[in-house]
Every structure is written in structure tokens, then in C-alpha cells.
Nanobody, 116 residues
């Protein structure tokens, strides 16, 4: 299993970024996918989850209305559109899949920095 994130960078307050996570090594369309983040000196936290078909999504309260998770099963890719970014969104963002309870996979992470 391989998860490769991209799209992070430096953005000003109020700006937007779109993260991508390219997946391989498993049947992508059969698994829910998640985005997590870990800010400086903070624990890793769940940001958003999307169901296998994309019909169901869930978000952390801190990002509701600003972030959108989506997926393209034909491209084995999950996205995180981030709008109205705030300094507290600064973190390393990770893609995640739980193939089984004991087979949990993470990408290498992509840094998002929101500055004034």
C-alpha cells in the first residue's frame, strides 16, 4: 500500500489550497479514506472522512464549511479542498486508509503553512 500526498505549501490567511493523495496497492474504491493533520506541538487529529462512493462525508467541527473532501475512484485519488485558511490550519496533512483494524496506512504528509 502506498499513499502519496501533494499540494501543500505556503498560503496567506484566507487563501486556498487543494491537497491530493494518490493511492496504490489496494482496491481504492472499496475503502473509506481520511485526511488527518498534526500541527506544531499538537496531536494528530482527524480532519475529514469520505465513504467508498463519496456519498457520505464527515468533517471536524474546526473545518466544517471551509474544507471539502472528495475522491475520484477512477484515478485512485482523494482530495482535500481547503478554503478560507486560518493560521490554526497550519499542520502536516496526512492521508489515511484502514484496510483492516491492524493494517492502517499513512502517507508521508504534506506541509501546509498559513501565514499573514
Amino acid at each position: 500500500v502506498q499513499l502519496v500526498e501533494s499540494g501543500g505549501g505556503l498560503v496567506q490567511i484566507g487563501g486556498s489550497l487543494r491537497l491530493s493523495c494518490a493511492a496504490s496497492g489496494f482496491t481504492f474504491s472499496s475503502y473509506a479514506m481520511s485526511w488527518f493533520r498534526q500541527g506544531p506541538e499538537k496531536e494528530r487529529e482527524l480532519v475529514a472522512i469520505i465513504s467508498t462512493t463519496g456519498g457520505t462525508t464527515m468533517y471536524a467541527d474546526s473545518v466544517k464549511g471551509r474544507f471539502t473532501i472528495s475522491r475520484d475512484n477512477a484515478k485512485n485519488t482523494v482530495y482535500l479542498q481547503m478554503n478560507s485558511l486560518k493560521p490554526e490550519d497550519t499542520a502536516v496533512y496526512y492521508c489515511n486508509v484502514n484496510v483492516t483494524a491492524r493494517r492502517v496506512y499513512w502517507g508521508q504528509g504534506t506541509q501546509v503553512t498559513v501565514s499573514s
